[in-house]
């Protein structure tokens, strides 16, 4: 049974890079074509994708933050990472990792890591 | 504002049929598949619906789902409490290369 789970620190200072890493286990990264994510859930806009990243490398962005986001694989530890640049109170959210979202088949979440950018 | 529009909210008494509607365009739900997600507070989403209409394991048949052009409804018959929940459909975005979701419907059981 394929496993998600974020890790990463719960409180972030405004105008700095937010990280955060996703393990996954029962699967590898690297031997599937459909995407693994990062999607956020706030109080005020409630769910919301961030971003994509395939087993080739390839990626896209939500594009209301392309500019501040970047997701990367490592292969290696089966994991894939989110940074986000220059956050604000308004990136405070839920972060959740996933794979197959939007994909016409059952799909999986991590647990949500609570992330709360403080000025 | 999301790309997929929902009421914000809805409600009924238990016992009762609810339906949730979510209205979409040709790049995401008229091209792709609907799924439904249900949230509850410290909880991570649980999908409810796939596929427009195909309920995972363990979800009971009081929830169903269906798809029609651009528009998507979520039915929840025989309304109980613990159906009190914030309720979200996604669709694939052809023009995104990502997952879109409407803004949540939050459900009250009156």
């Known amino acids: 049974q394929l496993q998600l789970q974020e890790s990463g620190p719960g409180l972030v200072k405004s105008s700095e890079t937010l990280s955060l890493t996703c393990t996954i286990s029962?699967?590898?990264?690297?031997?599937?074509?459909?995407?693994w994510g990062w999607i956020r859930q706030t109080p005020g806009k409630g769910l919301e994708w961030i971003g994509n990243?395939?087993?080739?490398?390839?990626?896209y962005y939500n594009p209301s933050l392309n500019s501040r986001v970047t997701i990367s694989a490592d292969t290696s530890k089966n994991q894939f990472s989110l940074k986000l640049r220059s956050v604000t109170a308004a990136d405070t959210a839920i972060y959740y990792c996933?794979?197959?979202?939007?994909?016409?088949?059952?799909?999986?979440w991590g647990q949500g890591t609570l992330v709360t950018v403080s000025s | 504002q999301s790309v997929l529009t929902q009421p914000p909210s809805a409600s009924g008494t238990p016992g009762q049929g609810v339906t949730v509607s979510c209205s979409g365009s040709s790049s995401n739900i008229g091209s792709n598949t609907v799924n439904w997600y249900q949230l509850l507070p410290g909880t991570a989403p649980k999908l409810l619906i796939y596929r427009n209409n195909q309920r995972p394991l363990g979800v009971p048949d009081r929830f169903s789902g269906s798809k029609s052009g651009t528009s998507a409804s979520l039915a929840i018959t025989g309304l109980q409490s613990e159906d009190e929940a914030d309720y979200y459909c996604a669709a694939w975005d052809d023009s995104l290369n990502g997952p879109v979701f409407g803004g949540g419907t939050k459900l009250t059981v009156l």
């Open positions: 029962g699967g590898s990264i690297s031997s599937s074509t459909y995407s």
């Open positions: 990243i395939y087993y080739n490398g390839a990626t």
């Open positions: 996933s794979y197959l979202v939007g994909a016409a088949t059952t799909d999986y």
